[in-house]
């Protein structure tokens, strides 16, 4: 990524991971292993688990048995280490844009969040003006990495999120989540109503990110060819290799950081830590008692239907067993 550090990515292993609701196993028995700068494919049909698994991987919901580790952390013993590398870029109900506000308001807003909460005292100490510069610098390099153009789109960077086309969502997503220079970045539903030149666009902008260092977890129907592809289906025992062409949580607000709020996917066991978590892109962890916290962040309800509902009912099946859905 050009003009921003790139923060180098991490292993993800796990085995014999599992997640059990009052209606049986989310998932069972996962298992794999991936070096830094891997895409990892989390495969399978809707309602198999593969959201609640993408969300345990990255430290925001709890694992019932087995073991995983991302970076050297353990889950899950160390899930607010893991939420801190790690940032969500497409997650609907979870980390969703808002579709009243428009490209540059959520960049603006992003960066403003990741200088607040992201960078050092020394850092929030610089004079105003190079401050300004710094994350101007960020957006610029995070749309880059994304392949956003705001040129390219009909009122520029005054375009509301509700005039996006599906892929042109996804990809501001993406930059969103960068700005936070996450070392793991996960994405739900990556191929859910693109067409196949659309998907091609997505699965190659994700492999260049994971070229660039950064670890990717994404969700889909299918893996693409060398990708690392996991199954959560317990039927499938969850193992995969790598593969060569087999073919309710801690909230985030819609710029990808976390949101205090009703729902969280972590509470599937118990509470990683008393007290909730804030907003942070890659879920750094502060006190959530209200002082810092902004309305505007709250999860919106405009996720896309479909595929998501059955994985929905499945983060919904973990919470319920602990009484906190």
């Known amino acids: 990524m050009q003009g921003q550090k790139t923060a180098p990515g991490v292993a993800v292993t796990a085995a014999d991971l599992g997640l059990k609701g009052p209606r049986g196993w989310v998932f069972r028995g996962v298992g794999f292993d991936a070096p830094p700068g891997s895409l990892i494919a989390v495969a399978g049909p809707s309602g198999s688990g593969r959201t609640s698994l993408l969300l345990a991987l990255t430290g925001r919901m709890r694992p019932g048995e087995g073991r995983a580790t991302v970076g050297g952390h353990r889950l899950p013993k160390e899930m607010s280490a893991v939420r801190r590398i790690s940032a969500l870029a497409h ?5 969703d844009l808002d579709p009243a506000l428009t490209v540059g308001e959520h960049l603006r807003e992003r960066a403003l969040l990741e200088a607040r909460f992201g960078d050092s005292l020394r850092a929030l100490l610089r004079p105003r003006a190079e401050r300004a510069d710094r994350a101007a610098r960020r957006i610029d390099a995070a749309l880059a990495a994304a392949g956003l153009d705001p040129a390219s789109l009909p009122k520029g960077s005054r375009t509301a999120v509700r005039d996006l086309e599906r892929l042109e969502a996804l990809r ?3 930059a969103l989540a960068l700005i936070g220079r996450p070392r793991l970045l996960a994405l739900d539903d990556t191929d859910l109503k693109l067409s196949a030149c659309e998907r091609a666009a997505v699965w190659s902008l994700l492999r260049s990110l994971a070229e660039a260092g950064t670890t990717v977890v994404a969700v889909c129907a299918e893996a693409p060819r060398g990708a690392v592809a996991v199954s959560a289906s317990p039927e499938h025992g969850g193992r995969r290799g790598a593969d060569d062409g087999a073919g309710e949580a801690v909230p985030e607000g819609r710029d990808g950081r976390e949101a205090a709020g009703p729902t969280r996917p972590e ?11 804030a907003r ?35 983060t919904a099946d973990a919470l319920a067993e602990t009484g906190r859905a």
């Not at 997650?91 to 980390?95: H, L």
């Not at 509470?267 to 978590?277: H, I, K, R, S, V």
């Open 91 to 95: 997650v609907p109900g979870v980390a």
């Open 172 to 174: 501001l997503s993406v």
């Open 267 to 277: 509470a599937a066991g118990e509470p990683d830590a008393p007290g909730g978590t």
């Open 280 to 314: 942070d892109g890659r879920g750094m962890d502060r006190e959530s008692d209200g002082d810092t916290r902004d309305p505007r962040h709250e999860p919106t309800s405009d996720g896309p239907s479909g595929d998501g509902d059955d994985d929905d009912k499945e």
